[in-house]
């Protein structure tokens, strides 16, 4: 029986000191242009529609085989897949709120069984990626998906926590019932309920699990 969700931030947050586009842009050939459009969009000059439009341009006439290919060697903060086992330890459903990409979340997903992932998509036509978006998703949208998979899992989204760094979390931050900023921005730390600087995903353990106690205590005989 599910206890409630924990909603994971991608950029920044498990991929730490950068982002999965920034990474990917170095091998696709457009990086200095990612670079300024997430400048952009974390100076809140730009939206992140505008953002997305600006880096899916550098994706045309690749493959999604490539960009896989590209992502075994994203760096990723340590301790994901431990994190990952206590969350299904404690009833917990670990999923990816992120802005990232919908290649990227799948592919994390695949690789650490995160239940599902938000994110904007890309078009791909005839096996390659076409250099335009298929489908939005901002911030809003991420604070949405999250309360949309509370309700699939028939738990209250004050039951949930989220763990991010940045602009897009703050929404999210606001909805759930406890929020941890990690190596954050100062708006995402302003806006959760804690904040941690830490190189390592398990050390939001003991604040997930004194949260938890305090939410759904152990019932005594």
């Known amino acids: ?5 924990i909603f994971f931030d991608v950029d920044g947050t498990l991929v730490p000191h950068t982002s999965s586009g920034r990474h990917l842009a170095g091998f696709l050939g457009h990086a200095d242009v990612v670079q300024r459009a997430e400048d952009g969009y974390g100076a809140g000059t730009l939206t992140s529609a505008e953002a997305a439009v600006l880096d899916a341009r550098g994706w045309a006439s690749w493959t999604p085989a490539d960009v896989h290919g590209f992502l075994t060697s994203l760096p990723l903060i340590d301790g994901i897949a431990e994190t990952l086992r206590w969350c299904h330890a404690h009833d917990l459903t670990p999923v990816l709120a992120t802005l990232a ?12 069984g995160f239940d599902r992932a938000s ?6 036509i005839d ?8 489908e939005q998703f901002d911030e ?4 949405d998906f999250a309360r949309a998979v509370a309700d699939e899992l028939g738990v209250d989204v004050a039951h949930c926590a989220a ?3 940045g602009r897009s979390d703050v929404p999210l931050f606001g909805a759930v019932g406890y929020a941890i900023a990690l190596n954050a921005t100062p708006a995402a730390r302003a806006a959760a309920h804690t904040s941690i600087d830490a190189t390592d995903l398990r050390a939001i353990l003991p604040l997930l699990d004194a949260w938890l106690r305090a939410v759904s205590p152990p019932r005594h005989a």
């Open 1 to 5: 029986m599910t206890r409630g969700a």
């Open 140 to 143: 809003g949208g991420k604070r």
């Open 163 to 165: 763990v991010g760094d």
């Open 101 to 112: 990409w919908d290649i990227v979340g799948a592919d994390l997903c695949r690789r650490f």
């Open 127 to 134: 096996g390659r990626f076409s250099g335009k978006v298929a």
């Open 119 to 124: 994110g904007p998509r890309l078009e791909v």
